[in-house]
């Protein structure tokens, strides 16, 4: 058996592990309260994780380059924002103001991309600034407070239904199965996983990795905007301050989904596994009448315990790695 081989057998494994584990963790918080298992909570516990899968996704794309996207938080914030204050405040067509949405979070996560490339500064701390720039931005376009007051046509994208399932739903299904096949059937996936896997080879291999490493950051901030959208049109506001809790949510269910924080391995299938068993767990923690502190808590210590298991599952840590590096 080659070594691909194994490597596809070995992340099949770990993929397959994620929904076995959600299953798990399913029958556990069905017999702990009789309201888990019911059609609407079940439908509620999708609509929850559908503005936070949406950024997962593109976090996945960027951190399977090797680099990561800190910002994502932030432009829900500010692209809700600028539909805000285009829409409400001036009166500018629905269509026209998620287009400008759109375009705010493309540009920023064109911004990310070009700094991280053209100056070589880590992407942490870049998108570490564009979080705070995108956050005050936003503050700053609706005065600190939300602008609220969507019309009709805006507010079917966040609150809307079609047959049972939420809009939200769908956006978020739509989003991944079209990052699923860039990914797993364009030469561009090909090019990400390869930049990943290491870039001296890549770019050996004839890849502009920078430009790679740019397009994913633009599909980040893409995905960033069309979540904005989605909570601010739930909400029906916008305002800087939304979305920047999504971040730590965002990055455990990418982790918890089998994509390595070292970049070359990973997958939307795996991170939308991982974002159930995040909101799963938020869900079941609140049936259970747990106060919210404790679900960060939680999601807190899951990202800890899947990046250790991520590391046993490639041989990178075991018993004796450990007790020699306790031991320098």
Not at 169 to 188: D, G, N, S
Not at 198 to 205: H, K, L, Y
Not at 223 to 236: E, F, H, N, P
Not at 261 to 284: H, Q
């Amino acid at each position: 058996m080659g070594e691909a081989s194994s490597r596809k057998i070995l992340s099949l494994l770990r993929l397959g592990s994620v929904y076995v584990a959600l299953v798990i963790i399913c029958v556990f918080m069905s017999l702990v309260s009789p309201y888990f298992l019911t059609q609407g909570n079940l439908l509620n516990v999708l609509l929850q994780a559908a503005t936070v899968s949406i950024v997962a996704a593109g976090l996945t794309v960027v951190l399977i380059t090797g680099e990561i996207d800190l910002s994502i938080g932030a432009m829900i914030g500010l692209t809700g924002s600028v539909a805000a204050v285009l829409i409400i405040k001036h009166d500018v067509p629905v269509p026209l103001g998620i287009a400008a949405a759109l375009l705010a979070g493309l540009a920023a996560g064109l911004l990310n991309g070009l700094v991280t490339v053209a100056f070589q500064i880590p992407s942490f701390v870049v998108t570490l600034a564009m979080l705070g720039i995108g956050q005050g931005c936003g503050l700053l376009l609706t005065n600190g407070r939300p602008v609220s007051g969507f019309p009709a046509a805006y507010s079917f994208i966040g609150q809307g239904h079609i047959g049972p399932i939420a809009v939200p739903i769908i956006i978020a299904l739509a989003v991944y199965a079209v990052i699923h096949l860039v990914l797993t059937r364009t030469k561009f996936g090909v090019e990400v996983y390869a930049t990943g896997g290491g870039r001296r080879a890549a770019e050996m291999a004839g890849i502009r990795v920078n430009r790679v490493i740019i397009k994913t950051f633009i599909i980040s901030g893409l995905c960033g905007a069309i979540a904005g959208i989605i909570l601010s049109s739930r909400l029906d506001a916008g305002n800087g301050n939304f979305g920047a809790t999504n971040l730590l949510d965002a990055v455990a269910a990418a982790v918890v989904g089998g994509t390595s924080l070292m970049g070359g391995a990973g997958s939307v299938v795996g991170t939308f596994g991982g974002i159930l068993i995040i909101s799963v767990i938020r869900n079941g923690l609140v049936l259970m009448n747990v106060q919210a502190f404790w679900q960060d808590v939680a999601v807190g210590t899951i990202i800890v315990l899947a990046v250790v298991v991520n590391k046993i599952v490639r041989g990178e840590l075991s018993l004796v790695s450990l007790g020699q590096a306790l031991k320098r």
